[in-house]
């Protein structure tokens, strides 16, 4: 499978943004899907998951309360929400399914990655 994510960019703090991220085929429509993201001189750091079926989900707590994770089955694509956006949540964000369990380990897993997205946030 090929994920491809999209809708990063500039904004400013307090802003939102929506992120994207469709799959190339269903064969992960029973895997676990999120988002974890990388910033310069960091280490990636998990975001948010969600079960196969969207009964769990999953947040990093600094991230907990302003972003949500959902996914369009119809369309085969993940979403992230991204509100209140603060300058420390500028990062490269990825998209991944945990191909090892219908649920989505914050670490761990067998991850499929996508390419990147970058979100800048400025102060």
């Known amino acids: 499978v090929q994920l491809q994510a999209s809708g990063g960019g500039l904004v400013q703090a307090g802003g939102s943004l929506r992120l994207s991220c469709k799959a190339s085929?269903?064969?992960?429509?029973?895997?676990?899907m999120g988002w974890f993201r990388q910033a310069p001189g960091k280490e990636r750091e998990f975001v948010a998951g969600?079960?196969?079926?969207?009964?769990?989900?999953y947040y990093a707590d600094t991230v907990k309360g302003r972003f949500s994770i959902s996914r369009d089955v119809a369309e085969n694509t993940l979403y992230l929400q991204m509100n209140n956006l603060k300058p420390e949540d500028t990062a490269v964000y990825y998209c991944?399914?945990?191909?090892?369990?219908?649920?989505?380990?914050?670490?761990?897993?067998?991850?499929?990655w996508g390419k990147g997205t970058q979100v800048t946030v400025s102060s």
């Open positions: 991944a399914v945990d191909v090892s369990s219908p649920y989505f380990r914050s670490s761990g897993g067998r991850y499929y």
């Open positions: 085929d269903r064969t992960v429509s029973n895997n676990g």
């Open positions: 969600r079960s196969w079926n969207g009964g769990t989900t």
